[in-house]
Every structure is written in C-alpha cells, then in structure tokens.
C-alpha cells in the first residue's frame, strides 16, 4: 500500500484515470436529475411534511423560565416558611375563601336588595335594561289591549348598572324610520311605551349608567309629537305622531339607599383572586379556587342572567340561575383541567407572570360584556355583519389574529413532539363542524363558550402566550355559561329569529282613496290576493306602529277585504304597515306608507330583500 502512494506521489495522477473520474461523476449527476425528475419528487415533498410534523428528534417540553425567579417565588418561600405544614396550608385557603364569601355575599346582598325608596312608602320593582311597557310588532294585540292599562299607573322602579350601552339586535321601525344598534328610547322628557325603561330613565338623568339608580316611572297615556334630543350620552328617537301610551318620571329627587355595587364586588373578588394566585402553587388548587370566584362573580353580579320580570326577589332569582349553570360548568371544568390547564401550571415558578397572564387573561375574557364591547360585532350573523357598521372589518382582523395566534402555536407543539396528534384532534373538530353544517333544517351556532373549548387544547403547554391564551379561553368560557347557559349547538332558525325578519312575503296594497271631507277624515286601503296556494290565514295594519286592525281570509263580510281609518283633525302624520298573519302571530311587516299632516299620500316605499337570520355564531 506504501508503495502505490510513493508512485502516486511520484507520477502524480494519470490522465485515464481524471477522464474515468469526470466520467462516472457525469453519470452520478444525469442519475440525480433523474431523480428529481421522477414521479418520487412528490413522495419525497410529503416526506419532508410529515417530518416536519413529527418535530425534532429529540422534543422538548416548552418551560416557561421567570424573570427574576427570587421575587417571584418569595411569596411562595415565605408561606412555606410560615405554614409549613399541608394541613395549615388548607385551613388558611379555606379561610381566605369564606373571608371572600362573606364580604362577597354581604355586597351582593346590599346591592339587589329592592327595599323603599325614601319618602315613598312602595315597594321597589328591579328593572332589566330591555323592559319595556310595550311589546314589538303586535305583541300588544289588536288596540294595544294586552298591555294595558295605558295611564293613571305608576310605580317605584330600580335599574342595574351599565344599561346605556343595551342595543338592539333586531331592526325595529319607528313610523318610517328603521333602527337597529343602539338604545330604544323614543321622545323625552315624554318617552313612547315602547321605549326601554332602565335606557329613558338615564336619557332623563333620573338614574346613572355607571352604578343604576331609583326612580318613579308614571304612565300618562296617549301623548302627541315626541322630541328627539340627546341627554347623558343617549340620543332618543324623534316621532312626529301619536301613540296610545307614554310614560314620563317623577320630578321629586327620588334615591335608592344603596345603588348598585358591581365595580365595588368587582375589586374585592380581584384581590381576592389575585393573592390566591400569586400564593398557590398546586396547579389544581389554583384552578379550582379561581374557576368558582370568577364563575360566581359573572353569574351574580358583572352580566347576571335574566330574571323574573319586575322581581322582587332579585338575589333568590339570580342565586337559582347560579347553580343551575355551575354544577354542569364543573364537569366541564374537570376535563379542561386534565386536558389543558393541568399541563400548562404544573411546576410553573413564575406566580407573577402566572397571575398577571393567566388571571388577568381570564378576568378579560369574564368580563367580555365590557372589555370586548367596543368590537363592532353583536352577534356573528350574516344579518349583523351586513347591517352593523365596521362589522367586516373587525371579523377580518379578528380571523387573522387567529390565524397567526394559530401558527405560533403550531410551531410550538411542533417543537414538543405532540403536533400529530392535535392534528388529528382539529381534524375530528372539523369534521364534526362540517357535518353539523350539512344537517337540514338548523343552524349551527359556535357560541363562545363553544369557541372556547374548542381552542382550548391548543394551548396545553407552558409557554406565555399560551398562558394568556388559555386564561382568556377559560374567561370566555365562565362568562358563555354563567350568562346563557349551555345553549344547543344546533338551533331551528325560529329559535335564533326572537322578533326579527321571517323572511315572509309581505302584501301589495294598491293606492288608497282619502277623503278630506269635514269633519272627518278617512283613508281606504285595499289589497291584493295572497299568492296560491295561499300560505297565510290573514292581514294586519300597524297605524303608527300599534296593530288597529286585523282580518282572515275567507270571512264572508266585505269588511275583511278593505281597511278604513279616520282622523277628526289634521296636522300631524300617520303611518301605515300592513303584514300577513300565521297562527295569530303577525310576519313581516311592509315599510310604512305616510298620510301626511295635510292630508297627502307618500306611497310605501319597496322593501328591501331581508333573508332572516342564517345563523354563523
């Protein structure tokens, strides 16, 4: 072997053998582009995906590393340094949590209490935000007679907190103007008896948005012409005409003697919370203490759940719901700790960025009726992303937050080795998706407390988004069930409408005939046949929004076929909505036609295409 390297050496290479060399790497070369040329590129492509997939070699385990580990876990030294035993350490997180329950249930019992208002010896009726004297469309009935009496009725009220910001969520016509997405509240200081009681009164400066407030509302009957004026942050409608029933409040200053204290429980329950988490190490203690504070705190006191209406027993309504929804919400709870949460706390030494990033998280997402409102979103429904201003905008920018919250997280499981199987995980969730859209006759409803277990399992490590993350999911999650309960996934659109569009056919009415003769004044309408088959039982006519005549097809009187109304005076506009009937309930409604001040005719403009409520969210 020496001896063939000293000629090597000697004679240097030969000329055959570089030809030879050059000759076989040619042949190496045409081979590799073979290859690549070859159908395996694609086989090769999916190799290199799954790899990817599967994660490094050697995965590990995401750990979050604190920032200034001595002052972080100090807390926790010292309580182990103070109550070194287990058993001390129980009794003194039992203690904490009945020193909360008790200065918890003693505001919370103060602040719904109803009691008397000084100097008026009735009984004070709780109020919600939305109620109101009069019912939408004909939920009076024929006249308004269902909601009597009109006048000559008052009584002591008490609104919540926080009621400015109630909207609707439906269009509802006021003569023939369409609102939608803000407080109904119509004239003032006179308001129209469909106005929001809790929305009129703050309108009036009679109580305050912040902590509610007392007051005496009195029905006055029928009232001419309401103002429309903005006052305490709400704008209320103008209506140029009459309706049977209003309502005004009381002059004498009237207070409750205790107002609503939510923003006070609030800071309680976040102290509380917070020296809990900041203290707690073991990861299921911490949950489970946090989970009943937070679920109690929505449930009772920041976005309670309705009650009876008027109530007199407000606590005894509000703690009925609270444990209706809870012992269902902790099963829940149990599976999400196994799955998710457990994975993330366990051994964490950071309480302060576990209590600023979890917590904080959480307390965010439980109080999405205030942190989130100002999202230009009410509900994701093709109607609302239509009709709500910025509504597109804010879901587009909402879908790529996630899309990217989505990658990182991606990227993460990848590095754990776990990708595959959460992979598989989405994949079943998406399928399950899929095939609840293709069911007939419902619509699928992905409420946020379904949003939220859904993206819950993306975040079982322990990292700091995913720390936020899964803080936030679990808020969004207390805060779906502590206010609406386990709603179905799946809804009949009947069940999501509430007094919105039906999608019904509306009828023709042809030109009325006005007679202007002294001293009365009429107008007749008529219309045309329903379509056949015939699907409807008969017509109703809105006059200034209050049902004043209804008739069913087939009534052998010629009255059932033309409508006529009468006015001794004019001076004042009139409007005029007509709807078909199904089951005695009115559908949807024409826009309205107008009998002017002098006497004149304004047609009723064509309707625009209203496809209902095909149901996203």
Known sequence: MNGHDAEAQDYGPREDDATSRFEIDETNLRSAQQQNASPRTGRSI????????????????????????????????????????????????LSLCVCWLGIFGSLLTISTSTGKIKGYNETIQYLH???????????CGLDGN???????????????????????????????????????VVGGPVYRGDSFVCGAAIHAGVVSD???????????????????????????VGFESHFPLSFTFSTDKVSCRVKDLRWIILAVSIVFTTVISVF??????????????????????????????????????????????????????????????????????????????????????????????????????????????????????????????IAQQIYYFRLEGRLPRYMALYAIFIAAIMASLALPGLNLRIHHYILALLLLPGTSMQTRPSLLYQGLLIGLFINGIARWGFDPVLQTAGALRGDGAFGSLIPNITDPVVSLDTPTCNITFDWDPPPMPNPYDGISV?????????????????????????????????????????????????????????????????????????LLR
């Open 46 to 93: 999916w190799q290199t995906i799954i790899r990817w997939i599967k994660g490094p070699p050697n995965p590990q385990p995401q750990i979050v590393r604190p920032w200034m580990p001595k002052i972080q876990q100090y807390p926790a030294q010292w309580l182990d340094q103070t109550f070194p035993s287990q058993r001390s350490k129980i009794a003194l997180l």
């Open 129 to 139: 935000c939305t109620d109101t004297f009069w019912y939408a469309k004909n939920g």
């Open 146 to 184: 269902e909601c009597q009496p009109f006048n000559c009725s008052s009584f002591a009220f008490r609104c919540p907190a926080n009621c400015a910001g109630v909207q609707l969520l439906n269009p509802r016509m006021i003569g023939d103007q369409e609102i939608n997405y803000r407080p109904l």
């Open 210 to 236: 912040f902590d509610g407030g007392c007051g005496v509302v009195s029905k006055i009957g029928r009232h001419d012409g309401f103002l429309s004026t903005t006052q305490n942050g709400i704008s209320s």
């Open 280 to 405: 707690t190490a073991s990861p299921i203690t911490h949950f489970a203490t946090l989970f009943l504070i937070i679920f109690a705190h929505v449930s009772l006191v920041s976005d309670p759940s309705g009650i009876s209406y008027r109530s007199q027993s407000v606590l005894a309504d509000l703690f009925s719901n609270f444990v209706g929804r809870f012992l269902p919400a902790a099963f829940c709870a149990v599976v999400i700790y196994i799955i998710c949460v457990k994975r993330t706390l366990l051994g964490l030494k950071a309480p302060v960025e576990k209590t600023i990033l979890w917590l904080g998280g959480c307390w965010v997402g439980a109080l999405s009726n205030y942190t989130f409102e100002w999202i230009p979103i009410s509900r994701l429904t093709s109607h609302d992303l239509e009709q709500q201003p910025g509504a597109k905008l804010a879901l587009a920018i909402i879908v790529l937050v996630i899309v990217l919250i």
């Open 542 to 614: 809105l006059v200034n929004d209050v049902e004043r005549y209804r008739s069913y097809f087939g009534e052998s009187t010629s009255a059932g076929e033309t409508f006529t109304w009468e006015r001794t005076v004019l001076g004042m506009p009139e409007y005029f909505r007509f709807g078909y009937l199904k089951e005695n309930n009115g559908l949807d409604y024409t826009n309205a036609g107008i009998w002017n001040a002098n006497g004149t005719w304004t047609e009723i403009a064509p309707k625009q295409e209203d496809r209902g409520f095909t």
